[in-house]
Nanobody, 124 residues
Framework: QVQFVESGGGLVQPGGSLRLSCAAS????????IGWFRQAPGKEREGVSC????????YYADFAKGRFTISRDNAKNTVYLEMNSLKPEETAVYYC?????????????????WGQGTQVTVSS
């Protein structure tokens, strides 16, 4: 059974940082492109960042460029999202998923496997 588990969310003050983790079991993350998404209450889901299987390609949404960093440790079967200078409007549930196309890009979309998400709340 494939399972994704996100962790690392929580309450952080504006300008603060969090490091999210996406740990997988039941499949080898190294063979998949993995993307992070977020969804705030009453808003549509949006893509945040994506990394290709061989780490050659990464993609960041415009709002994430320069502040967020995606990385992967295939030996640990885990993908990370480092988020800095967080803003209150970035309060949302953050999800990881396998995605297509495998080279990422600005139109990447979730594929077969999702996690339950981790809540990120940016508030003073």
């Amino acid at each position: 059974q494939v399972q994704f588990v996100e962790s690392g969310g929580g309450l952080v003050q504006p300008g603060g940082s969090l490091r999210l983790s996406c740990a997988a079991s039941g499949l080898s993350l190294g063979t998949y492109a993995i993307g992070w998404f977020r969804q705030a209450p009453g808003k549509e889901r949006e893509g945040v960042s994506c990394v290709s299987p061989n780490y050659h390609n990464t993609y960041y949404a415009d709002f994430a460029k320069g502040r967020f960093t995606i990385s992967r440790d295939n030996a640990k079967n885990t993908v990370y999202l480092e988020m800095n200078s967080l803003k209150p409007e970035e309060t949302a549930v953050y999800y990881c998923a396998t995605v297509n196309p495998p080279w990422c890009g600005d139109s990447y979309y979730p594929d077969n496997y999702w996690g339950q998400g981790t809540q990120v709340t940016v508030s003073s």
